[in-house]
């Protein structure tokens, strides 16, 4: 992994524990070939999916069936040794198909706002450091009206506790990267929706930072930073009681660890 740029995840893993930030962006192991579980599987299918209806390339349920029919990772899910493996490939299948039916007859797009971007991935260097900064938006609206730039998270899990006063490291980079985007939408306000997918339709939930908060833990996050460009060696724990190292060495064991972080649900949003 490259010392200069970062991502969110990468920063949240550092902060929570440093073995299991080594293992999953250190580690030579499991980088081909890797398994994957189903729920990453679903999800990355769900957010390509829709991308596509977010850009009008799917207008109608029908169309979204032959997307299903074509794009279904079906040789990557199913094991013809194991029935139960089976069940839940099936569950999933439906489960992802009840997403997109209500997705297709009511996407998120408020009143008075356009699509802007989709599926957008923003780089930028922070400012004194040789270190660059990176995530993506499933979906950013602009709402010209009232200036207002909406950057869309999809999500399949519920979303954790959220302190305005204590932002996660994850929000605070996304502030950041905003920042790059005044130039195409001169906003007023910024203001972050996390919607969760469920079988019978979307619930967001919508958070702003205040700038004062801002300005006040971002030098948190270029802390980590230098912390993580100056370490060299990463201690095991004293106590074997670490979940995520433990989730970690086991994902190793099966032969892979990275999909396992980078495409974690909700990590770090709102915590």
Not at 32 to 49: D, I, V
Not at 101 to 130: D, T, W
Request: net charge positive; charged share 25%.
């Amino acid at each position: 992994m490259d010392r200069t740029l970062f991502t969110p995840p990468m920063i949240e893993t550092f902060r929570v524990c440093r073995r299991a930030y080594q293992l999953a962006f250190h580690s030579k192991q499991g980088t081909a070939g890797e398994p994957t579980r189903l729920s990453t599987l679903c999800k990355r299918f769900l957010l390509k999916a829709l991308a596509e209806i977010n850009r009008s390339r799917i207008h109608t349920l029908p169309q979204v069936q032959k997307y299903l029919g074509q794009n279904w990772p079906a040789d990557r899910l199913v094991s013809q040794d194991d029935s139960d493996a089976q069940e839940k490939t099936i569950q999933a299948f439906r489960f992802v198909y009840r997403i997109l039916m209500h997705y297709i007859k009511a996407p998120y797009k408020p009143q008075g706002s356009e699509v802007a971007a989709v599926s957008l991935k923003v780089r930028a260097r922070v400012v004194h450091s040789k270190a660059y900064l990176e995530d993506s938006f499933d979906l950013i609206l602009w709402h010209p009206e009232k200036r207002i730039l909406e950057l869309v998270d999809f999500h399949l899990q519920p979303l954790k506790p959220f302190d305005p006063a204590w932002p996660a490291a994850t929000l605070l980079i996304r502030h950041f990267l905003a920042q790059r985007l005044r130039g195409r939408w001169p906003f007023d306000k910024l203001v972050f929706t996390f919607c969760q997918l469920q079988s019978n339709g979307l619930v967001p939930v919508s958070v702003e930072l205040d700038e004062a908060v801002v300005r006040l833990h971002w030098p948190e996050v270029l802390k980590t930073i230098d912390e993580i460009k100056e370490e060299q060696e990463f201690a095991p724990h004293r106590s074997s009681l670490c979940k995520r190292c433990h989730f970690l060495q086991e994902c190793i064991a099966m032969g892979g660890v990275k999909s396992q972080v980078c495409e974690k649900d909700n990590v770090g949003y709102c915590a």
